[in-house]
């Protein structure tokens, strides 16, 4: 049971928005801790999607994009299209812990 | 071409050892702080250990504190995870990881080896 609450599954067709969220506490991303996005396409390894809550890594599409407020953080994915159905993983660090943390990861289908 | 190319994962009995390595590079190694990530067959990701570019300082997730030790040989370009007392828990993919930048804190991993598959079972 990670203390980041990803849901286990979203969902979308072609061309649509979807959204991901990525809930944390006061001790994580309450606290201030960054929140990074990866993309972890079936079978192959994590990709860094988003990093430092906002920013996009060179080569990433800007049809992908991260927010957070508070203590949540969200992953937007526009214009969906069906090489985005993959895991998708938040991670930020948590005080309790001393750590990194991962969420749980939630697995797009693209409908 | 940043490369990170992990080795030493295979089956391993219950309470057994195993030492991980990852062969670096493309990048100045000593710079960067490096991590293991694992993931369970069919789970999602856990960070398991991290040090800092110069090995001094580590760290270890509770779930492995105490039987994993992470270290790095920066001479060779090569992290390590020796596995003590393994658990059938520990069955996963390891990931060595490399952060973003050199920044303080906990950057995020811009880059991730292939993985090695670590099985614990009799």
């Known amino acids: 049971q990670s203390v980041l609450t990803q849901p286990p599954s979203v969902s979308g067709a072609p061309g649509q928005r979807v959204t991901i969220s990525c809930i944390g506490g006061s001790s994580n991303i309450g606290a201030g801790f960054d929140v990074h996005w990866y993309q972890q396409l079936p079978g192959t390894v994590p990709k860094l999607l988003i990093f430092?809550?906002?920013n996009r890594p060179s080569g990433v599409p800007d049809r992908f994009s991260g927010s957070k407020s508070g203590t949540l953080a969200s992953l937007a994915i526009s214009g969906l299209q069906a090489e985005d159905e993959a895991d998708y993983y938040c991670?930020?660090?948590?005080?309790?812990?001393?750590?990194?943390?991962f969420g749980g990861g939630t697995k797009l289908t693209v409908l | 071409e940043v490369r990170l190319v992990e080795s030493g994962g295979g089956l391993v009995q219950p309470g057994g050892s195993l030492r991980l390595s990852c062969g670096a590079s493309g990048f100045s190694f000593s710079t960067y702080a490096m991590s293991w990530v694992r993931q369970a067959p069919g789970k999602g990701l856990e960070w398991v250990s991290a040090i800092t570019g110069s090995g001094g300082t580590t760290n270890h997730a509770d779930s492995v504190k105490g039987r994993f030790t992470i270290s790095r040989d920066n001479f060779r370009n090569t992290l390590f995870l020796q596995m003590n007392s393994l658990r059938a828990e520990d069955t996963a993919v390891y990931y060595c990881?490399?952060?973003?930048?050199?920044?303080?804190?906990?950057?995020?991993?811009?880059?991730w080896g292939q993985g090695t598959l670590v099985t614990v079972s009799s």
């Open positions: 991670q930020s660090a948590d005080n309790n812990l001393g750590s990194r943390v």
């Open positions: 430092d809550n906002i």
């Open positions: 990881a490399k952060v973003i930048d050199t920044s303080r804190g906990y950057r995020p991993f811009d880059c």
